[in-house]
């Protein structure tokens, strides 16, 4: 099969053949990655809704989230990249498991701090691979985000994304 030539049936090298293959894998890799096949359309202007619980907070930082409901907020204080309109606020004394000097844990009002479930509603872009800001941020439960309103800024983990 090999002459003494290194080619394949006296007619191909061996090393032509490899680079051959490697320009034809490189070639598929490229169609797939920026030619693949045909996503769902992407809905411009689509309403979702999500929860971001915020854990911990002052009570001038609650207090600082009341007076921005209806307000917008956005992303890491950049006004570009908005996170939606705060619609709900739903508070409750921070708890957190506290170690007593027997051994035990019980589970303890912090004074003066505060847990929060954040309802946002946001005008953005919804197809199979998710829910997305006007400027294409990823809005997925368990991620975190630091947001920023007008009067409060605070930062918390996604629980619920819905339309």
Do not use: C
Request: hydrophobic share 40%.
């Amino acid at each position: 099969m090999i002459d003494k030539n290194g080619k394949l049936f006296g007619k191909i090298s061996i090393v032509d053949l490899a680079v051959i293959a490697a320009v034809v894998i490189l070639l598929a890799g490229i169609y797939v990655r920026f030619l693949g096949g045909p996503t769902k359309t992407v809905v411009q202007s689509s309403d979702f809704y999500y929860t971001l619980e915020v854990k911990n907070i002052r009570e001038s930082n609650l207090r600082g989230l009341e007076k921005s409901l209806n307000g917008r907020f956005y992303l890491n204080e950049k006004i570009t990249s908005e996170m939606g309109v705060l619609i709900n606020i739903e508070s409750s004394p921070a708890k957190r498991f506290l170690e007593l000097t027997d051994g035990r844990t019980v589970d303890a009002d912090l004074p003066e701090r505060f847990d929060a479930i954040l309802t946002f509603k946001l005008t953005g872009r919804v197809n199979d691979r998710g829910y997305f800001t006007p400027t294409l941020n990823h809005i997925s439960s368990g991620i975190s985000y630091n947001i920023k309103g007008k009067y409060s800024a605070v930062t918390g983990k996604v629980l619920k994304v819905w339309e």
